[in-house]
């Protein structure tokens, strides 16, 4: 079973040995591995039982460093950098060839982010070598917001979990290429489109697919409960005679439903709150002795979108 502790010495060592270690951040923790060395990407991979084309995210603790990493840093690229990091901000760059193809899955961008938590900044600061870091889970589940949920999942198949308490934004970053100059989302998360547009102005949204996934993190099966899931609006919202329904809701209860089988995101309806219990609450619920999870839509502004692009994922709707 992996060691859960806060030793960011301990951590080192089995990253320096090519092992993998599992890291808190801001967003979620990540099953990380020296981004420069083959075996341990390799390693990601197979433990994650994630499909090669998926490529990964490179977290760096520095834009000096990210230097070594990417070849270019356009100007908006770096205005959005300079404002955002360390932050819930992935960028895609033009990679430099000491970046592994295997990291990029033989794409010419490569993922990067500085993340903001303290003992990972000070893990990165004290490494010679970046970190690639996918979200902690195996492919295709709920994202680990908590060092127990990553040991849950992965426990007995790494070496060590660097403790960093529950992560405190909950949801993944959000990714920002440049197609074509423009600014585009790839993958709505934990940083709101409209902050990111107080910066650079309007930005493109990339259009999910799952025929044609441009960033594989955009299929529409991604981030899913074992359990079957069903999301409406709650003036549709069903209430089903045979078997248990649980209901994930955002700020108040529905009166005619027994209180124990629902869960408020928001109770006070803040959507940051609601992004930091999502998939902790998607597990608890996940793992209850219940026959399916009814969720409903949140407000979709600011950080609401991500959480609904993540609810739709879960129920593989478009
Ligand atoms: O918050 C996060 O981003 C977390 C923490 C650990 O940093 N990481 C994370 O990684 O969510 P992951 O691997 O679960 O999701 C990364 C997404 C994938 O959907 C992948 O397809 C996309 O990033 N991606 C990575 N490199 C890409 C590239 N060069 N072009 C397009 N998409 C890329
Ligand atoms: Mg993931």
Redesign the pocket.
């Known amino acids: 079973m992996a060691i859960i502790g806060k030793d960011i010495n301990q951590a080192k060592e089995f990253l320096r040995k090519k092992q993998l270690v599992a890291?808190p951040?801001e967003?979620?923790?990540?099953?990380a591995g020296n981004a420069l060395d083959e075996k341990a990407v390799l390693s990601i991979f197979e433990t994650k039982n994630?499909p090669s084309f998926?490529?990964?995210?490179v977290?760096t603790d520095s834009l000096q460093k990210l230097e070594k990493y990417v070849s270019e840093i356009q100007q908006q690229a770096y205005l959005l950098a300079e404002n955002f990091w360390p932050g819930?901000l992935?960028l895609?760059l033009p990679?430099k060839e000491i970046i592994p193809d295997l990291v990029?899955?033989g794409?010419d961008?490569?993922?990067v982010?500085i993340?903001n938590h303290p003992l990972t900044l000070e893990l990165l600061a004290a490494l010679d070598f970046p970190l690639a870091?996918?979200?902690?889970?195996p492919f295709g589940y709920i994202?680990p917001t908590s060092a127990q949920h990553v040991n849950q999942q992965l426990g007995d198949q790494i070496p060590y979990i660097l403790d960093g308490g529950e992560c405190g934004i909950g949801?993944?970053?959000t990714?920002i290429?440049f197609v074509d100059q423009i600014p585009t989302v790839?993958?709505l998360?934990?940083l709101a489109i409209e902050d990111i547009e107080n910066v650079i102005g309007e930005v493109a949204i990339m259009s999910h697919s799952s025929s044609n996934?441009?960033?594989?993190?955009?299929l529409k099966s991604?981030y899913a409960p074992r359990k079957p899931f069903f999301l409406s609006e709650r003036n549709n919202m069903p209430q089903p005679e045979n078997g248990l329904s649980a209901y994930l809701l955002f700020d108040h209860f529905i009166e005619s439903i027994d209180k124990k089988y629902q869960r408020l995101l928001s109770p006070s309806g803040n959507l940051k709150e609601a992004a930091h219990n999502l998939f902790a609450y998607l597990r608890e619920l996940d793992s209850q002795p219940i026959d399916r999870i009814f969720a409903e839509f949140v407000p979709d502004k600011d950080l609401g979108k991500a959480i609904n692009d993540r609810l739709k994922r879960a129920a593989a709707i478009d």
């Not at 967003?27 to 099953?31: K, P, Q, S």
């Not at 996934?213 to 955009?218: E, I, L, S, T, V």
């Open positions: 890291i951040t967003t979620v923790y990540g099953l994630r998926d490529p990964l995210i977290h819930p992935t895609l990679k990029t899955s794409l961008t490569v993922a982010r993340p870091a996918p979200s902690a889970n994202s949801i993944e970053s990714i290429g790839y993958r998360g934990g996934p441009k960033a594989p993190g955009m991604h």
